[in-house]
């Protein structure tokens, strides 16, 4: 069906968001075609060194599996912070991805863990690493007639340090204003492997090499916090809107990361 | 229109209807059981509250093409549930009730928790009816009133 109408068709599961965008006639799609129903894409498994984890588990089932919770926990708590119970019983991690937003929870931690979106159509498949896959707001590389079917990652090794943190008007059910996901291994203090993701400091959640470049190799103390968390501010481009200023965006973009590295470190 | 089949408190019905109704308009305008109310319509208020195949949904947000083959509980099928009965009567002897309207959300909301959790504490009956606005702001009562319910059905 995508395959010769894909671009009229918008895939739904959960559809948290595109339904009151519909139903505030901020969006018209001519179709929708809802894949809620396909219980093959709800998993989450250990694959030889992999994480797995299907497009349609929901945010609650991320939140509650023992198998996250051991293996990448900050990625429970990203699955937490994204809406009410409620919400999160149908709102699935892929459309969490696909719908493309800079504001996605669940998109930094996923980003950090370098994780790997396998994109299907009728015809082909063809592995996208998660930070290429977004090109604007609610824009991506995936086309018409290509399903997201699988999301990926190594599974992260004993002696990692990771974490998401992020800020919104209130503690839960609140849009983020700004999220920064961190993750590292650490061997005698010093941090190796480090990445760094911003959400909602761009148009799309974004990688923070020069600040992860700048704590490669060092070990904690506050000052070099202070100095990753200059740079942080620097890679930030919020914009100012009805959640935040730009200036403040970007400010805590670096709060965030201090606090953060202060919470694992210490 | 498309016709759908669903089990509604027990019972087995079939609703034609168009595939982008929500469940929350099929169950007060079509099948006549108001006591789900509408609050914000985009879930975030848990007015809607219901019970879908054992999870706390908003039934603002799920449409009639994603219903087929779900199982379906609201707030007239409690009387009828051993968790949803100790509920109702928790919350008329704890007083949790004021103006009413959010009332039918946080009971399906806190019959979902009970059901996976049978001996919640404080933090977990608030997150567990974090979804759930209540205006009137009566929820230290509420919160009694679930904690009341799982006393009284753990023994």
């Not at chain 1, 008007?169 to 204003?177: H, P, T, V």
């Not at chain 1, 400091?201 to 470049?213: C, F, L, N, Q, S």
Request: charged share 25%; aromatic share 4%.
């Amino acid at each position: 069906m995508l395959a010769v109408h894909g671009p009229e068709i918008r895939v739904i599961s959960g559809a948290t968001d595109l339904i009151v965008q519909v139903l505030e006639k901020k969006k018209d799609p001519r179709a929708l075609l809802d894949i809620s129903h396909l219980e093959e894409l709800r998993y989450v498994e250990e694959d030889d060194g992999l994480i797995r984890i299907g497009p349609l588990t929901t945010h609650r089932e991320i939140e509650k599996s023992a198998l996250i919770r051991r293996t990448a926990p900050f990625l429970c708590e990203a699955a937490f912070l994204v809406g009410s119970p409620q919400i999160k019983n149908i709102a699935t991690i892929g459309g969490n991805i696909a719908n493309a937003s800079p504001v996605a929870d669940s998109v930094p931690a996923l980003m950090v863990l370098g994780a790997l979106l396998t994109l299907k159509s009728r015809s082909a498949e063809r592995e996208v690493p998660i930070d290429k896959f977004f090109t604007g707001p609610g824009k991506s590389v995936l086309r018409p007639d290509e399903l997201l079917v699988d999301i990926s990652f190594a599974k992260p090794r004993a002696g990692e340090v990771s974490f998401y943190e992020r800020l919104g008007q209130r503690r839960l059910l609140s849009i983020s204003k700004v999220g920064v996901a961190f993750r590292a291994r650490l061997e005698r203090k010093r941090m190796s492997g480090v990445a760094v993701a911003l959400g909602a400091v761009a148009p799309t959640v974004i990688m923070a090499p020069r600040t992860a470049a700048f704590l490669e190799g060092k070990s904690y103390s506050p000052e070099i916090a202070a100095g990753a968390a200059r740079i942080a501010e620097e890679e930030s481009r919020g914009i100012s809107d009805i959640r935040s200023t730009a200036d403040y965006r970007n400010k805590m973009a670096g709060a965030l990361l201090l606090r953060g590295l202060a919470r694992v470190m210490i | 229109m498309i016709e759908v089949r669903f089990t509604l408190n027990g019972k087995r019905v079939t609703v034609k209807t168009s595939p982008t109704r929500t469940l929350l308009d099929i169950l007060r305008e079509d099948l006549g059981l108001t006591g789900t109310k509408e609050g914000c319509a985009k879930g975030e208020c848990g007015a809607c509250t219901v019970i879908m195949d054992g999870k706390a949904v908003t039934s603002c947000l799920v449409l009639a093409v994603q219903l087929d083959g779900r199982e379906i509980l609201t707030v007239e099928g409690l009387a009828e549930d051993r968790i949803g009965k100790a509920l109702q009567d928790a919350f008329v002897e704890a007083g949790a009730v004021q103006c009413g309207y959010c009332i039918p959300g946080f009971l399906m909301s806190a019959r979902a928790l009970l059901a996976e959790n049978q001996k919640p504490r404080l933090d977990e009956i608030k997150e567990g009816l974090s979804g759930n606005i209540c205006r009137c702001t009566g929820y230290v009562k509420i919160f009694d009133a679930v904690a009341l319910a799982a006393q009284r059905l753990a023994r």
